[in-house]
């Protein structure tokens, strides 16, 4: 199927990506969580589906949720602890779960609500002297 992903947060450069994906399995979205973060909470992501593009598989669900849970790849099919990289779309709820699985953990930036650096955002009322991250440079 062809279709268009994310890029509906309306931030400038928020672009969705648009391409032709296979369809791998389809869920009603239904999981409990099982790691420390969701620990137990049952989740109702509605309507999912595991595409694949390019030998990339990707979990999409209708409802937005910090993927923080290893069982929110589980539930649809991908074993985490299997995959030799996994794209985690969270800030930092899914370090809980996923550091003990993690050869590495590499973040990216990205254009979204929220900046990922604070030095992205436009300070305009800060005291002088404050660091806008550990060790970095004075506002």
């Given at each position: 199927?062809?279709?268009?992903?994310?890029?509906?947060?309306?931030?400038?450069?928020?672009?969705?990506?648009?391409?032709?994906?296979?369809?791998?399995?389809?869920?009603?979205?239904?999981?409990?969580?099982?790691?420390?973060?969701?620990?137990?909470?049952?989740?109702?992501?509605?309507?999912?589906?595991?595409?694949?593009?390019?030998?990339?598989?990707?979990?999409?669900?209708?409802?937005?949720?910090?993927?923080?849970?290893?069982?929110?790849?589980?539930?649809?099919?991908?074993?985490?602890?299997?995959?030799?990289?996994?794209?985690?779309?969270?800030?930092?709820?899914?370090?809980?779960?996923?550091?003990?699985?993690?050869?590495?953990?590499?973040?990216?930036?990205?254009p979204g609500p929220m900046a990922a650096d604070p030095t992205d955002l436009?300070?305009?009322?800060?005291?002088?002297?404050?660091?806008?991250?550990?060790?970095?440079?004075?506002?």
């Amino acid at each position: 199927m062809t279709l268009a992903l994310g890029g509906k947060s309306g931030i400038p450069g928020d672009a969705p990506f648009h391409g032709a994906f296979k369809v791998e399995r389809i869920s009603d979205g239904m999981l409990t969580g099982t790691g420390p973060f969701y620990g137990g909470a049952h989740m109702r992501l509605g309507p999912c589906a595991l595409l694949a593009i390019g030998g990339v598989r990707i979990v999409v669900a209708s409802s937005k949720v910090q993927l923080a849970d290893q069982e929110m790849y589980r539930f649809i099919g991908v074993e985490p602890t299997t995959a030799a990289i996994l794209v985690n779309k969270s800030s930092v709820h899914f370090r809980a779960d996923f550091t003990p699985i993690a050869e590495e953990i590499l973040v990216a930036k990205a254009p979204g609500p929220m900046a990922a650096d604070p030095t992205d955002l436009h300070w305009t009322k800060l005291r002088r002297g404050i660091r806008l991250k550990p060790n970095g440079p004075l506002f």
